[in-house]
């Protein structure tokens, strides 16, 4: 639990120092990484109504489709899924390496201070390594979602969680328990 705590902190002074959050992983760890983001763009567990001053500004710009859109848009906390962009993925895997996919990600879109999650129930995902490799190379905290005893990761991770199982499918299961509880953290911290 410490290092969920640790993680969960690690995001929320991202977020507050105005970065983002990057996530990626294969396959079970692909759709969790989709998962994340869906969880933080938008409302999770509690409405998130955009600022009354950028109401004000849609319909005085915008009338009626402007309140429509106001009443419908959520407040974000900015994230990206490293794993949904198939364009960019398969030009990676043809002209570079398919290892290297994630870490040129991170490195057009990374900053010091954002986050990147990297998951791997096994924690010997080469293209994830990679990504955490750039990361900490240019100054992203880095926060790793593993099992057991979390592989080549660990001492890539500022922070990682090693969740106590060795089957994937029960890997898969915990880490959306702790992914579900920092995002619904997070969500409270900045719009309750």
């Known amino acids: 639990m410490p290092m ?10 991202c977020y507050r120092n105005g970065g983002k959050v990057l996530v990626c992983g294969n ?17 999770f567990n509690m409405p998130r109504r955009v600022p009354a ?11 009626q489709d402007g309140a429509y ?19 960019l993925l398969t030009a990676c895997a043809n002209d570079l ?8 990600q991170v490195y057009g879109y990374g900053r010091a201070g954002d986050v ?21 190379a240019l100054g992203l905290h880095t926060v790793g979602l593993t099992g057991k005893d979390g592989g080549a990761m660990v001492p890539l991770c500022d922070t ?3 969740v106590p199982a060795g089957c994937t499918a029960d890997i898969q299961e915990r880490h959306q328990a702790i992914y579900h509880a920092i995002c619904a953290v997070i ?5 309750s």
Not at 33 to 38: K, L, P, T
Not at 98 to 103: E, L, S
Not at 187 to 191: C, D, S, T
């Open 97 to 104: 390496a398919a290892d290297m996919a994630f870490a040129q």
């Open 27 to 43: 396959g079970g760890s692909a759709a969790d990484s989709e998962h994340i983001v869906g969880e933080l763009m938008k409302g």
């Open 4 to 13: 969920v705590i640790a993680a969960t902190g690690v995001i929320e002074a």
């Open 116 to 136: 990147l999650i990297g998951i791997s129930t096994s924690g010997n995902a080469r293209n994830v390594i990679h990504a955490l490799q750039i990361a900490t």
């Open 160 to 162: 990682c969680v090693c």
């Open 187 to 191: 969500e409270e911290r900045f719009f």
């Open 53 to 63: 001053d950028l109401r004000v500004n849609l319909v005085s710009r915008f009338g």
């Open 69 to 87: 859109v106001a009443d419908y848009l959520q407040g974000a906390l900015p994230a990206i899924s490293l794993v949904s962009q198939t364009a």
